[in-house]
């Protein structure tokens, strides 16, 4: 198998800004760059920009400068957009570039001197956003079924190339090649369309009507048409033909585009490269579109979101994981705030967030944070190393939300792990350090197989991560292959305390609702004497309960009996102090992460000198204790009612 790895994403054209669609195909490709790393492929990712043809000329025209004026800034835009997303390409390429230009004439000529261009007249509908000539059967209600315009008749002598000539072979090596385009639903499409008789394809425009474009070589009168100058860009940036990185990458080479532009890259590229006598490309990876709360991004509707927004609204590692764990690759994908808020509060607050604080937080009370010398549990271990198998089968699939679905997989059963093995009961014992020591290390091996797995897609929480877990140092490839060590992190390595990596997400609405008035009591009538032992609704609402989540605990000084808590009653009121007389039933570790249920205006009181401002509530059946916790996880300060 070959060992390069070569990911691309379309290059963008430069009448627009960068937005989540392109932000999308951009991140994705940055994940398969930086999980084929993590595997220890050589593996090289290209991006860029597409800048000659009609479109361009008219959003420059619209501004008043040159086309290549407005292209330098467009495409600056898209260069510059992908570092803010921790996107890191390898090389981002122009369509302007002097070496593609010269790529794009030499395939030309070596096409022509083949004999598969033909000068010749041609008559046809022409759409001019999405620069081709369109079939009657292609459009809908006579309309271009992207633009929804109706195309303009066009008739003029062109260069054609003989795409006709390679219909058959296409067709048999797509067979041959089951997953050459996937998913399969896309396969098929191109198929059905090859099922027609493919026409052949007008490659030229003649520079009476458009000079902003790559000159034929064998025709000055002519400008190449932009998509045969654009796909070429898939080669020209390795340094085809004798470049190093061309004889390299190239075919190990994965497409990845959306539904949009499926005939090109599935019928015109293939056909271009056969001609050319350049080997097939190896996958062509389509995904489908994205819609923001159920519609389509525009201007007019102000739903457009952009990378800028995307990394300082949602934070870059959310969203990375947002839009991987969202979309099922290949079908449409809906951005909405609220579902973000959810995914972001339920998946990497809580169980990613709350395993790593958690995890560290027990290391450092009972061994000083250091990972002890001891054995591993196998069926924590064992779903590790499973998991690692099974993202690696999944990621190169394209399979991104199921691989995501698997690491958490291995979060749930480590926090399951903790609830089953009690660490804070086993510290009670001294007899049992031995097994606390056990379940301690297991859980740390257990963080660095998370850690790594969540690489691709969220590095900037992974680096934390590894960084808190004292490894460092390495390179991603190394990651990787330490990961599948029964234990990754030797005896002895130092930890940090598990910094929050994903505070949660609160909701603006309930920050609302606790400032508001208190409701006075309803004048006139007075009301009935309420029976003994009963309490009228106006009692009741007078007793402010909220939902409070315990960030720290611990056990007040000279006393087994009475824990300090510090508990978050979300905004406006933040972080109070509780002191509780659970100390006999909770550990203090236990506490933290918890959600439970406040009297918050209970008046304050002094206990062992500390202020306790609320109380918590508890079912107490003799020596039992139950606390009184929400059963899902509601934001801290909801009311209570
Ligand atoms: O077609 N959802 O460029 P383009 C998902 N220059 N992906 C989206 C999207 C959405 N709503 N909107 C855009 C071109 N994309 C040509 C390509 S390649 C040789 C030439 C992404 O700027 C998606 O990847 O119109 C789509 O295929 C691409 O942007 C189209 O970008």
């Not at 920009?49 to 400068?65: C, F, L, R």
Request: some cysteine.
């Amino acid at each position: 198998m070959s060992r390069s790895y070569y990911v691309t994403t379309p290059i963008y054209y430069v009448n627009a800004e960068p937005h989540l669609g392109h932000a999308y195909t951009t991140i994705i490709c940055d994940v398969l760059r930086r999980f084929h790393l993590l595997a220890g492929l050589d593996s090289y990712m290209q991006t860029g920009t597409d800048e000659h043809g009609d479109k361009v000329v008219q959003a420059a025209e619209a501004k008043g400068i040159p086309p290549k004026e407005y292209a330098d800034r467009i495409s600056l835009k898209f260069r510059e957009a992908w570092p803010k997303l921790a996107i890191e390409p390898d090389y981002f390429i122009r369509t302007t570039d002097p070496g593609h230009v010269h790529v794009v004439q030499g395939i030309l000529q070596k096409v022509y001197d083949q004999g598969d261009i033909y000068f010749g007249q041609y008559g046809g509908l022409y759409c001019f956003g999405c620069e081709r000539f369109y079939t009657e059967k292609e459009l809908i209600d006579g309309k271009c079924p992207d633009h929804l315009t109706e195309p303009t008749y066009i008739e003029e002598e062109n260069y054609f190339f003989r795409m006709s000539r390679y219909q058959d072979w296409l067709i048999d090596y797509i067979k041959d090649h089951p997953d050459y385009i996937r998913p399969e639903r896309y396969k098929n499409e191109v198929l059905s369309f090859l099922r027609e008789p493919l026409e052949d394809l007008c490659i030229s425009r003649p520079k009476t009507r458009l000079t902003w474009g790559i000159e034929l070589p064998f025709d000055p009168k002519f400008v190449t048409y932009v998509w045969f100058d654009a796909l070429i860009n898939y080669v020209s940036g390795l340094g085809y033909p004798d470049g190093e990185k061309y004889q390299r990458y190239w075919p190990s080479v994965q497409h990845v585009i959306a539904k949009d532009i499926l005939k090109p890259h599935g019928i015109f590229w293939p056909t271009m490269l056969k001609s050319a006598g350049i080997e097939p490309y190896r996958h062509l990876n389509v995904h489908g579109y994205w819609t923001v709360d159920g519609q389509k991004m525009s201007k007019s509707l102000g739903n457009v979101i952009t990378p800028d927004l995307m990394a300082d609204k949602f934070g870059i590692d959310a969203v990375r994981y947002y839009v991987c764990r969202e979309m099922v690759f290949g079908l449409d994908g809906d951005f909405s705030q609220a579902n973000f808020d959810e995914r972001f509060n339920a998946d990497l607050a809580n169980d990613l967030g709350n395993l790593f604080s958690r995890s560290l937080a027990m290391l450092d009370k009972y061994f000083g944070g250091v990972v002890p010398e001891a054995e591993t549990d196998q069926d924590l271990t064992d779903k590790g190393l499973a998991v690692m198998d099974e993202f690696g089968r999944l990621l190169p699939e394209l399979a991104f939300h199921q691989a995501l679905l698997a690491v958490w997989g291995l979060i749930s059963a480590a926090n399951h792990y903790i609830v089953d093995n009690e660490p804070w009961v086993l510290a009670k014992d001294s007899a049992r350090k031995d097994r606390l020591a056990v379940v301690m290390n297991t859980l740390v091996q257990t963080l660095y197989r998370v850690a790594v797995l969540v690489w691709p897609v969220m590095p900037g929480a992974a680096a934390k991560m590894l960084d808190q877990l004292g490894a460092e140092g390495d390179d991603a490839a190394r990651w990787f292959e330490r990961a599948r060590d029964e234990e990754p992190l030797a005896a002895g390595t130092k930890t940090g305390r598990g910094e929050a990596l994903f505070p949660r997400i609160e909701k603006q609405a309930k920050a609302k609702k606790a400032k508001a008035p208190q409701k006075k009591a309803k004048k006139g009538k007075p009301e009935a004497a309420p029976a003994e032992n009963i309490i009228t609704f106006d009692d009741f609402r007078r007793l402010d309960l909220a939902v409070g989540l315990v960030t720290a605990a611990e056990l007040v000084e000279n006393t087994d009996r009475l824990m300090k808590l510090s508990v978050d009653l979300g905004e406006p009121e933040g972080q109070r102090t509780i002191v509780a007389g659970i100390a006999r039933h909770y550990a203090a570790d236990e506490m933290i992460g918890r959600r439970i249920v406040v009297v918050a205006n209970l008046q304050p009181a002094k206990l062992k000198g500390i202020e306790s401002r609320g109380m918590l509530l508890a079912a107490v059946d003799g020596d039992r204790m139950s606390l009184i916790t929400p059963d899902s996880d509601v934001g801290p300060g909801t009311k209570i009612s």
